[in-house]
T-cell receptor, first 116, second 112 residues
């Protein structure tokens, strides 16, 4: 079945450590996204990528980094510079970004990161 | 700035009652509009979307939404709510594609 896989589902990190969240899709989508979800704040865009080897900052990119070396993969690294990293992280993909086409974003099941 | 507002943080309805979740948008031009549903600890599932054309949009699970340009609204409705509809609902908008802007979400509780 086609879809988006995020791993792990739960992740614990000590303060001061970097951690990488995995996102893989087999939908052959060009665009991929990372969102952060906090209670009562909806989803906020961290980074997005419209094509391999290219990505752009979203609204809350500080303290995060990404790479897009393969079409299928868009890992997110939460660095020690992120002041409040405990949150639920969602990865999404779509056929294209900024296409104007009749399309939609598909979401993974999320990773809950807790800093201990 | 582009924004999507969901005025209700929580809504409680009785099973079998009708439901309306409110969504207002602020964009320079008519955006693409979406409603998503999220069960606890899960990802988001698309319920329906509006791009153009008929202003009443039918979605999955018996949901529908009506686009009203004059009110800048895209409210989600369901004629009869089931206990399994309890979840968090997000309205989202985008221009020129898929950089979605989400509302803060509305948590729906269903009482039996």
């Amino acid at each position: 079945d086609g879809g988006i896989t995020q791993s792990p589902k739960y992740l614990f990190r000590k303060e001061g450590q970097n951690v990488t969240l995995s996102c893989e899709q087999n939908l052959n989508h060009d665009a991929m996204y990372w969102y952060r979800q906090d209670p009562g704040q909806g989803l906020r865009l961290i980074y997005y990528s419209q094509i391999v080897n290219d990505f752009q900052k979203g609204d809350i990119a500080e303290g995060y980094s990404v790479s897009r070396e393969k079409k299928e993969s868009f890992p997110l690294t939460v660095t020690s510079a992120q002041k409040n990293p405990t949150a639920f992280y969602l990865c999404a993909s779509s056929i294209e970004a900024d296409s104007g086409a009749d399309t939609e974003a598909f979401f993974g099941q999320g990773t809950r990161l807790t800093v201990v | 700035a582009q924004s999507v507002t969901q005025p209700d943080i929580h809504i409680t309805v009785s099973e079998g009652a009708s439901l309306e979740l409110r969504c207002n948008y602020s964009y320079g031009a008519t955006p693409y509009l979406f409603w998503y549903v999220q069960s606890p600890g899960q990802g988001l599932q698309l319920l329906l979307k509006y791009f153009s054309g008929d202003t009443l949009v039918q979605g999955i699970k018996g949901f529908e939404a009506e686009f009203k340009r004059s009110q800048s609204s895209f409210n989600l409705r369901k004629p009869s709510v089931h206990w399994s509809d309890a979840a968090e609902y997000f309205c989202a908008g985008a221009q020129y594609g898929n950089k979605l802007v989400f509302g803060a979400g509305t948590i729906l509780r269903v009482k039996s």
